[in-house]
């Protein structure tokens, strides 16, 4: 899903960054990714190789620092080994429009950092030692008070979708759809 404010500030952006003096190469890649971001989403396939999730991802945060203008930086720290495993296609967008929204783009300032992790992580199962493709977004931004930190956690898996967490809660109950004992979703 892509949300229609991004999609209609992303427009307004592009207009923005367009002058009277003719093309700007700003504004070309950020259409560009626009176009890129809205052609991945539209695929009818649940599941994608982590590289071509990333590429998106990567395309996505582009358009957003063009829009925040020094606001933040984005670090991707991915293991490389992880790339051609597959995963739900559009799982990181939402986490990152979140990370941006409701943590960086909250706070006064500049010069925030959003990281964007992939690595392997073993578990001791039953039947030996298992692995499993760990995803982690963080920023710095302004936090969470823990009680709404806690309703937060609670409405996630909730049997009702909340209009204020429709993001989160499609990525949560997409993993536990595709992997119900194989899946974590932690914020």
């Known amino acids: 899903q892509i949300n229609p404010h991004f999609l209609f500030n992303t427009l ?25 971001v809205l052609r991945f989403s539209l695929s009818d396939d649940n ?11 990567q395309k ?15 670090v991707f720290d991915i293991d490389e080994k992880l790339l051609n495993i597959k995963v739900p296609r559009l799982v990181l967008q939402p ?4 990370a941006v929204f409701h943590g960086i783009s909250a706070k006064e300032g500049e ?7 992939c690595y392997l992580k073993e578990k001791n ?14 920023d710095d931004g302004v936090g969470m008070p823990e009680e709404k930190l806690v309703a937060l956690r609670h409405s996630i898996l909730a049997d009702n979708i ?6 989160v809660q499609n990525v949560a109950k997409r993993l536990k ?11």
């Not at 307004?12 to 890129?36: E, F, N, Y």
């Not at 986490?95 to 979140?98: P, R």
């Not at 010069?111 to 992790?117: E, M, N």
């Open 60 to 74: 996505f945060v582009q358009i957003l620092e063009v829009r925040y203008a020094g606001k933040f930086h984005t």
């Open 95 to 98: 986490i990152i429009e979140n």
């Open 47 to 57: 599941l994608t190789y982590l590289r071509d999730e990333l590429l998106n991802s």
């Open 162 to 167: 909340s209009m204020k967490h429709i993001g």
């Open 125 to 138: 199962g039953t039947n030996g030692i298992l692995q499993y493709v760990c995803v982690e977004v963080s």
């Open 12 to 36: 307004g952006l592009i207009m923005m960054l367009l002058d009277d003096d003719g093309i700007d190469p700003q504004a070309q890649q950020v259409t560009r990714d626009l176009s890129d």
């Open 111 to 117: 010069g925030f950092k959003l990281t964007i992790r």
């Open 177 to 187: 759809l595709l992997y119900p004992n194989d899946s974590n979703f932690e914020i």
